[in-house]
């Protein structure tokens, strides 16, 4: 069992060329849904500050700083508390400063009497990433409500919270079909999955005056296909659209809404959406059988691990139409549904947690930006401005890169793996630089250089304390010494991506802890938010995603440039493992921080320690992830070229590509046999560690 790319290697010809399919919105069921005019005020607020606040002029203050400044006397209110949290907050809001989104529908419209509220929000380009919000509305007594659209009935969040412990959740994942396509959709369930259709649906599709056409069915069954009853929580929801194609929304009922947005908000668009299961085979199954998606990418048994906690999962979706050299239109293409899918081996860990707690449901939510650097950056700016916004799991630094005396010794060499490199600096010379750098708090406990320090701080410090046996050492070798120091911020990066990003940017990406892929010559960006709709901490919940895909810019033959591939980057096959790892880093480290303020120093230790080898596992198994993606990488090409030469008759030269193509998946293999037994290795140090109670 193993990490494999492109599961299904042939496209099933037998798939209509009429299902036309794309990504349409989600939809959010909470507590509490505020009036519009409510959320507008403070749309108000934050772009009256964007119109005081000028980042490049804030004289010697930081651009935080100073926005706090504006912000607090812009505000009636007591200045925002200094201590947030990510439980207990409206989403909407968080959307709202967080990211820039604003509020660009709403239903009932005014005079409609509603038993549910409900508001649309989108990012500045409001045909890209939609999100639905809806919550119970309060009905006056007397008030008759004759709900004109089933999808914004009452009863349909209220089944959602019976079927998920009463928590908030991703409700609906909504997909706009072409012409025709909605029957088609409607009969494979009929015949092939009829448990799934939703009562009010179980004789065809609604028809609606405004020419909009809609499909309800529930997502999963409770347990293996068709020889267990539905889940009745989370819905999957197509709409044809045969009126006005000019429609934002095509959800029927949403009003549009006027919105402002400052020049500094970022447009987002729906990459992929991931689901917690306990039949992974199952819902599979059932997507080829209705939509005729076919696997992509397998992360199977003994790959995914952290400690003791054990998944599998699988990413499906469609054969897209799409064929561009546009990076732009490759942005905003939203007709490349990609569905990863997970479910728990063992009973511990995050999949399993969220499982036990809330059951099936969608586990994130994954959209794409231009600049994912700026993104989390202004992101992370405006929650310390405004006091509200997204917090972002935390990734050891040690992912990124750390000080060691043998990176003192050698520097930063390249990443030929088979070459012997000599030492530059000597061991006592290298010890004495570690030392001191250490006794003056440049390094941090982790072994990471504090990100705030300046080369010129360093080399300050260094000066005043090199001991005199190795002054002359160190003067000879100083430039190669602070660089070494300086780069160690983000070697690992650099060995992946050498001098295609600044310092500068390397720094922000580590300061914003935002994860790296690599794909052959296309490059993953990654991040992911602390929980969202969560109550109370420790409580499983979802969460949102950003990704950014550089897609490579080669030439093709024809000396044009060739087609970007939808979901060029991957999935981050080295980060997903960092994902699984960076969950439950971050739920033990809430854990030490509470057991810490509650003076509870074994509780605190015991949690600690299990920080300590979730951060030892990621470390040990990043290099051997990068061994599984360059494999498949370089089997992938070989498998593009193999093609081409197949179909123009070159037969020989084809047999050298499968015996490279071969080779390849050996040492994929063997890379997956290491990552395994690592696995093994790591599981058995938490067993340990549960077991002993420390």
């Known amino acids: 069992m193993a990490i494999t790319d492109e599961a299904s290697e042939e496209v099933d010809l037998h798939i209509p ?39 490049d002029n804030n004289g010697a203050l930081d651009v935080v700083t100073r926005g706090k400044e504006i912000w607090n006397t812009m505000q009636d209110a007591s200045p925002a508390n200094e201590g947030y949290s990510s439980h207990g907050r409206d989403v909407v809001k968080q959307l709202i400063a967080g990211f820039g989104f604003r509020v660009t529908g709403c239903y009932p419209p005014s005079g409609v009497c509603s038993s549910t ?46 079927a998920h412990d009463n928590r908030q959740g991703v409700a609906v994942l909504a997909f706009q079909v072409g012409s025709g396509c909605l029957n088609e959709i409607y009969q494979r369930y009929h015949d092939l999955h009829p448990d799934l259709l939703i009562d009010c649906y179980k004789e065809g599709v609604k028809s609606y005056e405004t020419g909009d056409d809609i499909l309800e069915v529930f997502a999963y069954y409770k347990g293996e296909k068709s020889t267990s009853p539905a889940d009745e ?52 199954e059932t997507l080829e059988d209705t939509l005729f998606f076919t696997p992509k990418v397998d992360f199977n048994a003994g790959v995914v691990a952290a400690g003791e906690a054990q998944i599998e999962s699988t990413v499906t979706g469609n054969v897209s139409a799409l064929s561009t050299a546009e990076k732009d239109s490759a942005l ?99 010890s004495a630089v570690f030392e001191i750098c250490a006794e003056q708090s440049l390094v941090l406990d982790d072994l990471s250089l504090d990100l705030g320090v300046s080369i010129g701080k360093v080399k300050e410090v260094l000066d005043a304390n090199i001991p005199a046996p190795c002054s002359e050492e160190y003067h000879k070798n100083e430039s190669f010494i602070l660089d070494t120091i300086m780069r160690s911020r983000y070697v690992n990066l650099y ?5 295609h990003l600044s310092e500068e940017s390397y720094v922000s990406i580590v300061r914003n802890q935002i994860l790296v892929d690599v794909q052959g010559e296309d490059l993953l960006f990654q991040i992911f938010t602390s929980n969202i709709l969560q109550r109370n901490p420790g409580e499983a919940a979802p969460f949102f995603e950003f990704i950014q895909r550089v897609c490579s810019e080669c030439i093709g033959p024809d000396g044009c440039p060739k087609e970007l591939k939808p979901g060029c980057g991957g999935f981050g096959i080295r980060n997903f493992l960092t994902l699984f790892l960076s969950i439950e880093v971050t739920k033990a480290m809430l854990e030490a921080t509470s057991a810490k303020e509650l003076g509870d120093q074994a509780k605190h230790d015991f949690f600690q320690h299990q920080v300590d080898i979730f951060t030892d596992q990621l470390n040990e198994s990043n ?13 992938g090409k070989a498998r593009e070229r193999l093609e081409s030469l197949v179909a123009g008759g070159n037969s020989k030269e084809a047999e050298e590509l499968r015996l490279v193509m071969e080779k390849e998946g050996q040492a994929k293999a063997a890379a997956n046999g290491k990552l395994m037994q690592c696995n093994l290795k790591y599981q058995k140090l938490m067993k340990n560690l549960r077991e002993s109670g420390m």
Request: proline residues 3%; charged residues 20%.
């Open 17 to 55: 060329q009429g299902l036309d399919i794309q990504f349409s919105h989600v939809h959010l069921y909470v507590d509490h849904v505020a009036d519009v005019d409510e959320y507008k005020n403070y749309e108000d607020s934050i772009n009256n500050f964007h119109h005081e606040f000028d980042p």
């Open 117 to 162: 509220k409900t508001v649309l929000v989108t990012s500045s380009d409001p045909k890209g990433i939609q999100i639905v919000v809806s919550s119970l509305g309060n009905v006056q007594v007397g008030g008759i409500v004759d709900e004109k659209y089933v999808h914004f009935d009452r009863a349909n969040i209220e089944r959602f919270f019976k």
């Open 233 to 284: 929580g989370t819905i999957l929801r197509f709409i044809e659209t045969n009126g006005s194609r000019d429609k934002v929304c095509k959800l029927p009922g949403i009003k549009w809404v006027p919105a402002k947005f400052h020049h500094s908000c970022s447009s987002a668009y729906f990459d992929h959406w991931v689901s917690n299961v306990f039949s992974r085979t199952g819902f599979l």
């Open 332 to 430: 905003k293409d939203q007709s490349q549904i990609y569905l990863p899918i997970n479910n728990a081996l063992t009973k511990v860990g995050h999949v399993h947690g969220f499982l036990q707690e809330i059951g099936q449901g969608v586990q994130h939510v994954a959209s794409r930006v231009q600049d994912i650097v700026t993104f989390v950056q202004q992101a992370n700016d405006r929650r310390k401005v405004f006091g509200e916004g997204f917090t972002f799991l935390n990734i050891p630094r040690s992912y990124y890169g750390v000080l060691t005396k043998d990176l003192l010794m050698k520097g930063i060499q390249d990443n030929n793996a088979t070459k012997q490199y000599s030492n530059v600096v000597s061991s006592e010379c290298a």
């Open 495 to 499: 060995y992946l991506l050498r001098d």
């Open 623 to 635: 290099p051997i992830l990068t061994e599984i993606s360059d494999a498949m990488t370089r089997e």
